[in-house]
């Protein structure tokens, strides 16, 4: 993997992603935990492209406009820093209308069956 690599991914929004239904909100728009979840799972993917497990260990987002669910989304990932196993993106979703969130995300690579045993 190297520093600038992206993952970029599409999603249409879905009725149980609502803030009204995950209880993160009242209101029936695509919820910050849904958003935030899409901005791990393109990070989740260029880590496992390049053959990498990795655990998402710290997210620091900021939900700059809501969106109706059967919108499409898109997430892009961004690698700017490799510390070891330590992993740091800029991650993004946008719809039609431009920047929906945005902000940093950390994930750590892992060994998986190691990290199962440790909680077993």
């Known amino acids: 993997m190297n520093i600038g690599e992206k993952y970029t991914l599409s999603h249409i929004v879905t009725e149980n992603e609502t803030a009204e ?6 209101l029936p728009v695509y919820s910050t935990p849904s958003m935030i979840c899409l901005m791990e799972l393109s990070a989740f993917r260029l880590a496992e492209e390049a053959g990498h497990q990795t655990v998402g260990t710290k997210v620091e987002i900021s939900h700059l406009r809501a969106c109706l669910p059967g919108t499409e989304v898109t997430a892009e990932a961004e690698l700017t820093e490799i510390d070891g196993r330590r992993l740091s993106y ?11 969130g945005e902000g940093r995300h950390e994930r750590f690579i892992i060994d998986p069956e190691r990290f199962m045993a440790k909680l077993k």
């Open 21 to 26: 239904v995950l209880g993160s909100g009242g």
């Open 90 to 100: 800029k991650v993004k979703v946008s719809d039609a209308k431009g920047v929906m």
